[in-house]
């Protein structure tokens, strides 16, 4: 049974990340204005995810927003907030300066649940943090604008609040976190309403949003979630390293972006630490199953 549902989270998870691979991307097709995206991006994935939940939870629905309490209001904006500047990011980036400084979240989530939890971080997450920082720095650094060009900025901003909303979740595992998703999409579309964004888009525009809104997001987010409840963490941020790698690639090919030298020695830097750091996780992960599985050694 064991081995069936690592199977099942291995395959739940690949198929999460390959969905999520081209999100970059679209928001690159997209010709409306970053605001605009922004607002149908949030608005779409809020519906998505709320038709979602009310046929998981049916008339128990409220009974899980309930349960939430504070913590589920901070993390539905957190995450509002996070897909904003998202777009926002890729819109003044490279798709390759956003994934590479989005994939710092798990250092600084540990950071947050050392700081206000008071979880020891663990020593690969030490070791390993300057020197994913040090290939950031060289991949970013030579990019229009330099290191703190404003896209990278609001990249490192919805790194951090990602990273932040990830110690919720871990503190709050008990629950279920997936309606603050939803309420953040509805949050971030109603406050890009209210300051007066444009929602007028083409109609290929319109075509790729509901692409995005509908499917991609929402089906991404749903197998990584399955999956990753099936999979050791260390396990699933190997297979998430698969859109750092890729989506720069995809961008590259299809909006012809540009993948500079510096960009792709720090982005290989960047890589290399965050596999180090997660295979030696897994590695923990495993020889901890294995000494609680081993029989109790006698005593002499």
Not at 26 to 32: C, I, M
Not at 102 to 116: G, N, Q
Request: charged letters at 10%.
């Amino acid at each position: 049974m064991a081995g069936s549902e690592h199977r099942r989270g291995l395959l739940l998870t690949s198929l999460g990340v390959a969905a999520i691979i081209p999100d970059a991307t679209f928001v690159r097709l997209v010709d409306a204005s970053s605001m605009t995206n922004a607002m149908w991006r949030t608005g779409l994935l809020g519906i998505a995810l709320g038709v979602f939940l009310v046929a998981r939870y049916r008339g128990g629905l409220w009974g899980v927003l309930m349960a939430l309490g504070r913590w589920g209001i901070v993390a539905s904006v957190l995450s509002g907030s996070g897909t904003i500047l998202f777009v926002v990011a890729v819109d003044r980036a490279p798709v390759s300066n956003v994934v590479l400084i989005l994939a710092l979240s798990p250092f600084w989530a540990a950071l947050w649940t050392k700081i206000f939890v008071g979880v020891t971080v663990a020593r690969r997450t030490l070791i390993s943090m300057p020197f994913a920082l040090i290939g950031v720095a060289i991949a970013v650094g030579g990019t229009s604008g330099g290191l703190l060009s404003d896209g990278n900025l609001f990249a490192l901003c919805c790194s951090l609040g990602f990273s932040a909303n990830l110690t919720i979740i871990r503190v709050n595992k008990h629950l279920d976190m997936v309606p603050t998703a939803a309420f953040g999409g509805f949050l971030g579309c109603i406050a890009l309403a209210i300051i007066g964004t444009d929602a007028s888009l083409s109609g290929k525009d319109f075509a790729l949003m509901l692409a995005l809104g509908l499917f991609i997001l929402p089906l991404a987010m749903a197998l990584i979630t399955l999956g990753g409840r099936l999979l050791p963490s260390p396990e699933t941020a190997l297979l998430l390293l698969g859109e750092t790698a890729l989506s720069p690639v995809f961008a590259a090919l299809v909006v012809g972006e540009n993948l500079s030298l510096q960009a792709i020695i720090g982005g290989s830097v960047v890589l290399g630490v965050l596999i180090v750091h997660a295979g030696v996780g897994l590695k923990e992960v495993s020889s901890g199953e294995r000494s609680s599985s081993s029989p109790p050694r006698s005593v002499s």
